[in-house]
T-cell receptor, first 113, second 115 residues
Framework: DQQVKQNSPSLSVQEGRISILNCDYT??????FLWYKKYPAEGPTFLIS?????DKNEDGRFTVFLNKSAKHLSLHIVPSQPGDSAVYFC????????????FGKGTKLTVNP | EPEVTQTPSHQVTQMGQEVILRCVPI?????FYWYRQILGQKVEFLVS????????KSEIFDDQFSVERPDGSNFTLKIRSTKLEDSAMYFC?????????????FGPGTRLTVL
């Protein structure tokens, strides 16, 4: 089941630079997309979301972009901070009575001081 | 800030034993979920629960699994006869509204180890 794909298992950036995490999906029924951040031994923490009727959503240093035609979304973190180092999961839900989240495998972000 | 809590943080059990994983969802939330993550794999949906009924379940959630809301605050996942392959992190989540665009908030997880 590869409905949500995060093709980069890891990403390393310098503090202060931009981090761009990518996510692709195959199910055209997905209408809501979320990014979660996860530290070791903790649960996923909600970061930011976007509905399929939008193409961009910003919250402070975090911006999510959605390209529906390409079935692609990305999370931009600017500026990146060492505390952002974590595993980032992309997740999607299809609505229509189904509430389950379908997750990608995650991308481990390391922000170097 | 309200949060989902889970107990225990780590459960070790022998194969064939029953385990109950406990969750306290956020207090004004009405929709409850269990997910699991086997080491090195994706977070996978198990079951959703609303109004004392299962609303959706995955293929993983077979007859060995059950969920219950025994009182106004707890939400439990029971595995009747554990198998080695049940070893995983189990996450509880909750959300307030029915809308699929409402956010699910996750607990810290219970690490289940089946020996």
């Amino acid at each position: 089941d590869q409905q949500v794909k995060q093709n980069s298992p890891s990403l390393s950036v310098q503090e202060g630079r931009i981090s761009i995490l990518n996510c692709d999906y195959t199910n055209s029924m997905f209408d809501y997309f979320l990014w979660y951040k996860k530290y070791p031994a903790e649960g996923p923490t909600f970061l930011i979301s976007i509905s399929s009727i939008k193409d961009k959503n910003e919250d402070g240093r975090f911006t999510v972009f959605l390209n529906k035609s390409a079935k692609h979304l990305s999370l931009h973190i600017v500026p990146s901070q060492p505390g952002d180092s974590a595993v980032y999961f992309c997740a999607a839900s299809a609505g229509g009575g189904s509430e389950k989240l379908v997750f990608g495998k995650g991308t481990k972000l390391t922000v170097n001081p | 800030e309200p949060e989902v809590t889970q107990t225990p943080s780590h459960q070790v059990t022998q194969m064939g034993q029953e385990v109950i994983l406990r969750c306290v969802p956020i207090s004004n939330h009405l929709y409850f979920y269990w997910y699991r993550q086997i080491l090195g794999q994706k977070v996978e949906f198990l079951v959703s629960f609303y109004n004392n009924e299962i609303s959706e379940k995955s293929e993983i959630f077979d007859d060995q699994f059950s969920v219950e809301r025994p009182d106004g605050s707890n939400f439990t996942l029971k595995i009747r006869s554990t198998k080695l392959e049940d070893s995983a992190m189990y996450f509880c989540a909750s959300k307030q509204l029915w809308s699929s665009t409402d956010t699910q908030y996750f607990g810290p997880g219970t690490r289940l180890t089946v020996l």
